[in-house]
């Protein structure tokens, strides 16, 4: 059996946890007060410090689940997204108009990769 390795455990979740070489995490803005294009920046940040901690990077990304509570970020969060995916490495990709958890939120993002 494959040994699984769970990072940032809490009672509730895991910050990220690793399987036979795919991680699979979550990432949300550390500032839920700032602009939509500001959360958009700064949690793909926080995704390529996430990926290098785990021992990856954007190249490396599987898949990647988007959600949005406002359904008119779309077209500013594709932008960021256009010039922060390597061009050849798009990962496979879903966008969902959704209501989050915590107010203020304007993007949460579901990751899957290759460590």
């Known amino acids: 059996m494959s040994q699984i390795i769970r990072h940032g455990v809490t009672r509730r979740w895991s910050d990220a946890v690793v399987n036979q070489g795919v991680a699979y995490f979550v990432e949300v803005p550390d500032n839920p007060e700032a602009d939509a294009a500001t959360q958009f920046h700064q949690v793909l940040s926080q995704i390529d410090a996430r990926l290098q ?63």
């Open 53 to 115: 901690q785990l021992g990856g990077d954007r190249t490396r990304l599987l898949q990647v689940l988007i959600y949005l509570p406002e359904a008119g970020d779309l077209a500013a969060f594709n932008e960021i997204w256009d010039a922060w995916v390597p061009e050849g490495h798009a990962p496979s990709r879903a966008c969902v108009h959704a209501p989050l958890a915590a107010a203020g939120y304007r993007v949460e993002l579901v990751i899957t990769a290759a460590v």
